[in-house]
Nanobody, 129 residues
């Protein structure tokens, strides 16, 4: 399994921006989709944004569409989540995950269990004034 490490979280005021990074311990093989997920206190894990192996297909949750942008740098085994116009309800622990052979829409849908996915340890994002 891939080992993933998230970074870039922190405390930010409402309306601010953060850029999260997900670093893989090795070259990410083809056909691995990568996704960003959020676990907020008292809520179920939510798929926020997912991207295909090539970067050509992306998916976004309605709650972040137009505010968050996912991208990946396969040469450096990195995936990023640019988060703009942050809101207090964006607070939570953000995880990246890698799953083989899945479309980004399915990965982020919440209907696929992702039992075989590799997960990072998470990074805390707090949006508060």
């Amino acid at each position: 399994q891939l080992q993933l490490v998230e970074s870039g979280g922190g405390l930010v005021q409402p309306g601010g921006s953060l850029r999260l990074s997900c670093a893989a311990s090795q070259f990410i093989p083809d056909y691995y989709a990568i996704g960003w997920f959020r676990q907020a206190p008292g809520k179920e894990r939510e798929g926020l944004s997912c991207i295909s192996s090539s970067g050509g297909d992306t998916a976004y949750a309605d709650s972040v569409k137009g505010r968050f942008t996912i991208s990946r740098d396969n040469a450096n085994s990195m995936v990023y989540l640019q988060m703009n116009s942050l809101r207090p309800e964006d607070t939570g622990v953000y995880y990246c995950a890698a799953e083989l052979g899945i479309h980004p829409s399915a990965m982020c849908s919440g209907y696929v269990r992702l039992d075989q996915a590799s997960w990072g340890q998470g990074t805390q994002v707090t949006v508060s004034s």
